[in-house]
T-cell receptor, first 116, second 115 residues
Framework: GAGVSQTPSNKVTEKGKYVELRCDPI?????LYWYRQSLGQGPEFLIY????????DSGLPNDRFFAVRPEGSVSTLKIQRTERGDSAVYLC??????????????FGPGTRLTVL | AQSVTQLGSHVSVSEGALVLLRCNYS??????LFWYVQYPNQGLQLLLK??????LVKGINGFEAEFKKSETSFHLTKPSAHMSDAAEYFC?????????????FGSGTRLSIRP
């Protein structure tokens, strides 16, 4: 079946602009995660959804970042007033349940965001 | 709090040689531990994970890792390197008990294979 998909694959924007990044999880996966990977670093957790609700948003760096998952499937990460420091690859992952030893997170290819 | 430290940002081995990528973890609760691989221009792929069932974990592509609680280590090994193993490898940890299963990643080790 299809894996996790993310659109766009690349996004170039200007400082101060608003951007939306989309994630389509694997069908049937109730858990969805957003991570951010800066150049030369490992992925950094941003937010975790269980169904439609954000179960853990402790990784969001500030109130310019917001994410939604209104129907428990597709999720959108929204960044307001972008800054050059927001440039990174934004990764989305999904898993079947979000709990338990057998639960595995499957990652999408990411969206590379460049803020000029 | 949980964290992982990967020793060596870049490791280079000859084709056919042993691969050893080092990872030490810190966790106040029993951990789940992972190794992920990231090939150029591709997404993260799970190599293997430790979930307390067995201390020696076998993964895909001939890789394995051993959980050593006394050393707080989870090093990744492969007996014989192939050119196709060249990639970025990430060690990671998450909380064993938590329902919020976010993963904390290390900074990565780039593996190069010499012909």
């Amino acid at each position: 079946g299809a894996g996790v998909s993310q659109t766009p694959s690349n996004k170039v924007t200007e400082k101060g602009k608003y951007v939306e990044l989309r994630c389509d999880p694997i069908s049937g996966h109730t858990a969805l995660y957003w991570y951010r990977q800066s150049l030369g670093q490992g992925p950094e957790f941003l937010i975790y959804f269980q169904g439609t609700g954000a179960a853990d948003d402790s990784g969001l760096p500030n109130d310019r970042f917001f994410a939604v998952r209104p129907e428990g499937s597709v999720s959108t990460l929204k960044i307001q007033r972008t800054e050059r420091g927001d440039s990174a690859v934004y990764l989305c992952a999904s898993s079947l349940s979000g709990t338990g030893a057998t639960d595995t997170q499957y990652f999408g290819p990411g969206t590379r965001l460049t803020v000029l | 709090a949980q964290s992982v430290t990967q020793l060596g940002s870049h490791v280079s081995v000859s084709e056919g040689a042993l691969v050893l990528l080092r990872c030490n973890y810190s966790s106040s609760v029993p951990p789940y531990l992972f190794w992920y691989v990231q090939y150029p221009n591709q997404g993260l792929q799970l190599l293997l994970k430790y979930t307390s069932a067995a201390t020696l974990v076998k993964g895909i592509n001939g890789f394995e890792a051993e959980f050593k609680k006394s050393e707080t280590s989870f090093h990744l090994t492969k007996p014989s390197a192939h050119m196709s193993d060249a990639a970025e490898y990430f060690c990671a940890v998450s909380a064993f008990y938590s329902s919020a299963s976010k993963i904390i990643f290390g900074s990565g080790t780039r593996l190069s294979i010499r012909p």
